[in-house]
């Protein structure tokens, strides 16, 4: 009963450094979202996927990268870290598009 | 502008009474939902309750209920009999229709409770 998984689950990147979070859930569900929470501004979505090989971007998109070559995975890049990309990043999956959405632990990224 | 509107930044209640959370929304669309959650100290996102715009009753779930007005585009929060385990961000959050947010959920920025004994 894993539900949605994020790895890692805390990183400290240099700044101009890259990663790969990624996402990965059992439930067999087609939406798939990358949020990032900043304290007093809720969360804001970067990237989400209604599908396998789908992506789309959200609110705040810059500096990131998303990719879902397979259902069950949605990856969030960053390619040159910078310190306004520290944040808590969480991925969230839902099975319908108006069903509840189902969270991971979050990843709480720190770039310096 | 946003969508989702939480404007209590804080709020404290006293173990055992009832409290609001506050939460009033932004959309065009006729077919959309309200959702709560929950963030405890540890982090995780835990989905409370849901309401759909053409609920005609308001959502329960044990001490959660959501006191829908459509026409005030409000959708509060009320815990009953506050524990201290309730101590927690509250996030609501709103997915419209396909014409006004491709169903996407859109968050409010929180409103953190405390409850004391």
């Known amino acids: 009963n894993a539900g949605v998984t994020q790895t890692p689950k805390f990183r400290v990147l240099k700044t101009g450094q890259s990663m790969t979070l990624l996402c990965a859930q059992d439930?067999?569900?087609?939406?798939m979202y990358w949020y990032r929470q900043d304290p007093g501004m809720g969360l804001r979505l970067i990237h989400y996927?209604?599908?396998?090989?789908?992506?789309a971007k959200g609110e705040v998109p810059d500096g990131y990268n998303v990719s879902r070559l397979k259902k069950q995975n949605f990856l969030l890049g960053l390619e040159s870290a910078a310190p306004s990309q520290t944040s808590v990043y969480f991925c969230?999956?839902?099975?319908?598009?108006?069903?509840?959405?189902?969270f991971g632990q979050g990843t709480r990224l720190t770039v310096v | 502008a946003q969508k989702i509107t939480q404007t209590q930044p804080g709020m404290f209640v006293q173990e055992k009474e009832a409290v609001t959370l506050d939460c009033t929304y932004d959309t065009s669309d006729q077919s959309y939902g309200l959702f709560w959650y929950k963030q405890p100290s540890s982090g995780e996102m835990i989905f409370l309750i849901y309401?759909?715009?053409?609920?005609?009753q308001n959502a329960t779930e044990g001490r959660y209920s959501l006191n829908f007005q459509k026409a005030r585009k409000s959708a509060n929060l009320v815990i009953s009999a506050s524990q201290l385990g309730d101590s927690a961000m509250y996030f609501c959050?709103?997915?419209?229709?396909?014409?006004?947010?491709?169903?996407?959920?859109?968050f409010g920025r929180g409103t953190s409770l405390i409850v004391h004994p």
């Open positions: 309401q759909g715009s053409y609920d005609e």
């Open positions: 969230a999956s839902r099975g319908g598009p108006i069903t509840e959405a189902f």
């Open positions: 996927s209604v599908g396998e090989g789908t992506t």
């Open positions: 439930m067999n569900h087609e939406y």
């Open positions: 959050a709103m997915r419209e229709g396909p014409s006004g947010g491709s169903y996407i959920p859109t």
